[in-house]
């Protein structure tokens, strides 16, 4: 059943937008109980599925699929009112003129996706033809009209010249719902809840402390970014401020919507509840 003696694997997507959540985390704390595993959104949306991995950050979107099987940790997500910098869709016309024309998605996400179809179909009006490909802009745009990407590869690419607009997808779904939108949510199988509580309540503890940690002190993580991907400090300093690791009341509002939008256009079959996770592990 479980590698190496540990008795739950955490997910890590690999995109610096967790980084706030998941770099200060206290690993001494918890020995060899903990495993961890790394990959895109879609990679890890599939492991949880499968039972591969059992709680970790995963899309909105996987979760409103599957809403029955998991549990959400409160005040943990990838959310922002308005721009965020890593979701962007890359346009050689108008969205209004996207009618009929092809526009590429990337493999590596989920939430993104279904909230570029939700807006282009129910805000926008026009019902273009997606294909799916690598996330490489250079490669997407000679064959379509549009290609949106997502993370570390959308930074990259907003940072090079290109001839193209550049629309947020944040900021677009803001201008048209006036709400939040959560992009990622962190989901803890019922499975693991029933069988380690008292385990999955310590590392919900030691995930809100990291991430204090992060907003006491972003600066460490905004160097490694620039270490890792590359671009300006302050670029980082305004790219974490813009986004919210919160999950309150507000951000629930928005992702309810969400979910209501994609079960209206076909893409979800019911629009998903949200089943908050709370600590039974201790009787208070």
Known sequence: MMQHGSLIRIGKINYTNVWPIY?????????????????????????????EVDMGAISSFAYGESHSRYELFPELSVSAKG???SLLIFHKKPLEQLDGCTVMLPTTSATTVNLLKIILARFVGVTPRYVYAAPSLDTMMKHADAALLIG????????????YQVTDMG????KYTEHWMTFAVWAVRKETIAAYPGLVAA???AFLQSKAAGERDPESIIRRAQMDIGG?????RYYFRNLSHDFGPEQRKGL????????ELGLLPEPAPLHMWTDNSVTR
Do not use: C
């Open 23 to 51: 770099h200060h985390f206290p690993h001494e704390r918890f020995g060899t109980d903990l495993e961890w595993i790394g990959q895109v959104p879609t990679g890890l949306n599939r492991a949880m599925l499968a039972g």
């Open 83 to 85: 721009k965020v910098n």
């Open 152 to 163: 570390d590869d959308a930074i990259r690419a907003s940072w090079s010249e290109t001839p």
């Open 171 to 174: 900021e677009l779904w803001y």
């Open 203 to 205: 590392i919900h503890e």
């Open 232 to 236: 300006t400090l302050d670029y980082w």
């Open 256 to 263: 309810s919507l969400y979910f209501r939008y994609a079960n």
